[in-house]
């Protein structure tokens, strides 16, 4: 048994291999190549748009893929969602769909696109977010660079964006959130209903889940005095219960634990004011609940 997996080219590409590879997959492919090579005889990989994705794994050409939310709903696809995946090209927030304008331009608010010309990939999430605001405006599909082409060519686009330097360094600003998008593991439905396949895609699944929740995670050991103790675990913002282990050395134990990695470079000072000595930070690759 062999499932078809798709992944996504273009700009979530780095970012999903090194998901992958945090997950326990290792997956290669070279500059010409659809085809990646990974390191588990029971996957087959293809390299695909995100903006396809879904329509093939709903075909049943792919068993599974990744793609957004945003292309799942601007191609109506009826898929399987198996797991939210929140990660993107920059960072692990959700990115967003964009109305922008051009800096010189006297589009505002929604209401000033009345009439206007939109340019933008997702023609029906565009038409949708128009219809919820009773705004009637001309919308045509975009092919790419989108950026370039107001005000020469269109009054205003719907774009993506996770950081906006993009529009920014193009003259325009957002106007309005059409919606927002995160990525997801889909799996075909019949593909689903094979209890082979569906237990490889929720394996699948529960790594890459795990090594999203430990990308801002690191695991901190150290060594305290019975007296100290208690001031240490009130300092320790932990996802679970510190694990406290007894040492050979009397009268000390060793604590460990999970925390935020942004945390660490405040707390670390005040757990070595508080009695902690030895203390270790290190990195995680899953963290599975």
Do not use: H
């Amino acid at each position: 048994m062999k499932i078809k997996l798709g992944l996504p080219k273009g700009s979530l590409q780095e970012s999903t291999f090194r998901m992958f590879k945090k997950a326990g997959f290792n997956v290669s492919v070279s500059s010409r190549s659809y085809l990646p090579v990974i390191d588990d005889d029971e996957i087959g990989c293809i390299l695909i748009r995100a903006q396809e994705m879904s329509r093939y794994v709903e075909e049943g050409v792919l068993d599974c893929g990744l793609t957004g939310n945003d292309w799942i709903e601007e191609n109506s696809s009826d898929v399987v969602r198996v797991e939210e995946l929140i990660y993107a090209k920059q960072g692990l927030n959700p990115v967003r769909w964009v109305v922008a304008a051009p800096n010189s331009s006297s589009i505002k608010k929604p209401k000033d696109l009345e009439g206007k010309r939109i340019a933008t990939e997702v023609v029906k999430l565009t038409k949708k977010y128009l219809k919820s605001r009773k705004i009637k405006a001309e919308v045509e599909f975009s092919w790419g660079a989108t950026e370039i082409k107001a005000p020469e060519l269109v009054d205003a686009i719907v774009e993506l964006t996770e950081t906006g330097s993009s529009l920014r360094a193009n003259n325009l600003r957002i106007v309005d959130v059409v919606c927002q998008s995160t990525t997801w593991l889909i799996a075909n439905k019949s593909s689903w209903k094979n209890k082979q396949k569906r237990r490889k895609i929720e394996n699948i699944a529960l790594l890459l889940k795990g090594a999203i929740l430990a990308e801002e995670k690191v695991g901190l050991k150290m060594n305290v005095k019975n007296s100290d103790l208690d001031k240490v675990i009130k300092l320790i913002p932990a996802m679970q219960t510190p694990t406290v282990s007894s040492l050979i050395q009397k009268d000390w134990v060793a604590v460990e634990t999970i925390i935020d990695e942004k945390v660490v470079r405040k707390l670390i000072p005040e757990l070595k004011k508080a009695g902690a000595v030895g203390i270790i930070e290190y990195p995680l690759n899953k963290a599975i609940y």
